[in-house]
């Protein structure tokens, strides 16, 4: 029912879902200009990835954003875990499609991290927007893997029902679920994950109608003109995932709109102490 309200509401008002770059990104930067921060999977030099204690900690500091990845279980409840499966993070074994919700909570997520975080859960996208609604952050969520439309037509459900709307971003690196998640919430933003640019990057922005391209350091080492070619139409450009001084200097004296890390708390501290090139 969620997808067919969405679609009519769109079909009605189609000009007022129109979302620009600097509408959620507040300026596109020049080089020597502070990015944006982005806390990957939270703050995982705090905590855990992909949990609340991680969460909590990433909302409480200065980042501008927080970044989390949904996957669906087996009954289709929405989860933030990275991976395909829950072997890296948790105590269990298998794919993360395979568990009921009942089933995947059982799970410890935290031991592997550290005792202090021994019996912490698996989160559901609801927990996440419950604990981010209260918050004055804005959030990346990345829709891992193929989402079909009834599927992200549940994850906005949720995003509305908790009024984040016009504080969260959707993320994904297949074409299919961004093209989905346009049909479904046309309101709220995009974001194309693209490990390597393509020669077009504005092109592909644009085919997919995303506000921004989020990719590795090596894609803009090898297409200096990136930044600029996708400034100069109004798009944004992202880095991930960037953990040392070094990396991070680079990426502004480049110009790139924002930075995802897993330690936003020392990214947030070197910019605020660091003259950045440009400046």
Same mark, same amino acid.
């Given at each position: 029912m969620?997808?067919?309200?969405s679609?009519v509401?769109?079909?009605l008002?189609p000009?007022s879902t129109r979302?620009h770059?600097?509408?959620? @990104?507040?300026?596109l930067?020049?080089?020597g $200009?502070?990015a944006l921060v982005?806390?990957h999977?939270?703050?995982?030099s ?5 949990t609340?204690?991680?969460f ?5 500091s200065?980042?501008e954003f927080?970044e989390?990845?949904?996957?669906l279980?087996?009954d289709?409840?929405p /989860? !933030? ?8 993070t ?6 993360v ?6 089933k995947l ?5 935290g031991? %592997?991290?550290s005792k202090?975080?021994?019996g912490?859960e698996i989160p559901t996208?609801e927990?996440?927007?419950e604990l @981010?609604?209260?918050?004055d952050?804005?959030a ?6 193929? %989402?079909p439309l009834?599927? /992200?037509g549940?994850?906005v459900?949720l ?5 984040a709307?016009?504080r969260? *971003? @959707? ?6 679920s961004l093209?989905?998640?346009?049909d *479904?919430?046309? &309101? ?6 693209r490990? &390597?640019l ?5 092109? =592909?922005?644009t085919e997919f109608?995303a506000?921004a391209? !989020?990719t590795s350091?090596?894609s /803009?080492e090898?297409?200096?003109?990136a ?5 100069d139409?109004g798009?944004g450009l ?8 070094k990396? %991070?200097? $680079?990426?502004i004296?480049?110009?790139?709109d924002?930075?995802?890390? $897993?330690?936003p708390s020392? =990214?947030?501290?070197w910019l605020a102490?660091?003259?950045?090139p440009?400046?």
């Amino acid at each position: 029912m969620v997808v067919v309200v969405s679609i009519v509401l769109v079909l009605l008002n189609p000009t007022s879902t129109r979302v620009h770059a600097t509408g959620v @990104f507040g300026s596109l930067r020049a080089p020597g $200009d502070p990015a944006l921060v982005a806390g990957h999977r939270g703050d995982r030099s705090a905590a855990p990835e992909n949990t609340i204690p991680a969460f909590e900690s990433a909302l409480v500091s200065d980042l501008e954003f927080v970044e989390t990845d949904v996957q669906l279980t087996k009954d289709r409840v929405p /989860v !933030l875990i990275h991976d395909d499966t829950v072997d890296r993070t948790t105590n269990g074994r298998g794919p993360v499609s395979d568990f009921s919700l009942r089933k995947l909570k059982r799970l410890d997520a935290g031991r %592997w991290y550290s005792k202090k975080f021994a019996g912490t859960e698996i989160p559901t996208l609801e927990e996440f927007l419950e604990l @981010f609604r209260d918050s004055d952050k804005q959030a990346m969520i990345e829709l891992k893997g193929f %989402w079909p439309l009834e599927d /992200v037509g549940t994850v906005v459900e949720l995003v509305r029902d908790y009024g984040a709307t016009d504080r969260v *971003v @959707f993320m994904s690196a297949d074409f299919t679920s961004l093209m989905n998640a346009a049909d *479904v919430a046309p &309101d709220i933003p995009r974001i194309i994950i693209r490990r &390597d640019l393509p020669a077009d990057p504005v092109g =592909l922005a644009t085919e997919f109608e995303a506000i921004a391209i !989020l990719t590795s350091p090596r894609s /803009v080492e090898q297409d200096s003109t990136a930044v600029t070619k996708m400034h100069d139409a109004g798009l944004g450009l992202l880095l991930y995932t960037l953990n040392s001084e070094k990396r %991070w200097s $680079d990426a502004i004296a480049l110009g790139v709109d924002g930075i995802v890390t $897993d330690k936003p708390s020392s =990214l947030d501290e070197w910019l605020a102490a660091t003259t950045v090139p440009g400046t």
